[in-house]
């Protein structure tokens, strides 16, 4: 079984910065960040495959945003920069075992989800 405990969310005017982190309790191969705004469906932000060396960004976010890991910690993070209003949201990590050999935005190839954190971004 895998846990997941997600950090690092808060409130922050736009253009400002914040990194997530999310401590995994078990060991993962690949990992992803999701985000939820009120109203919306869960949407995909970023993943990393285990190596570290493949990543996938969403087209919002890429060139802002970056997901890395740090396996001697079992963590992985999510720098976001160039913060905008729009990226308010409960941000969720998440991790799966199998499935596809590269990283990927599907949700329902995960299969562990951390209790989410609230990133808000004023105007």
């Known amino acids: 079984q895998v846990q997941l405990v997600e950090s690092g969310g808060g409130l922050v005017q736009a253009g400002g910065s914040l990194r997530l982190s999310c401590a995994a309790s078990?060991?993962?191969?690949?990992m992803g960040w999701f985000r939820q705004a009120p109203g919306e469906e869960r949407e995909f932000v970023a993943a990393?495959?285990?190596?570290?060396?493949?990543?996938l960004y969403a087209d919002s976010v890429k060139g802002r945003f970056t997901i890395s890991r740090d396996d001697a910690k079992n963590t992985v993070y999510l720098q976001m920069n160039s913060l905008k209003p729009e990226d308010t949201a409960v941000y969720y990590c998440?991790?799966?075992?199998?499935?596809?050999?590269?990283?990927?935005?599907?949700?329902?190839?995960?299969?562990?989800w951390g209790q989410g954190t609230q990133v808000s971004v004023s105007s």
């Open positions: 998440a991790a799966r075992r199998g499935g596809s050999p590269l990283p990927t935005a599907n949700r329902a190839e995960y299969g562990y």
């Open positions: 078990g060991r993962t191969f690949y």
């Open positions: 990393i495959r285990w190596t570290g060396d493949i990543t």
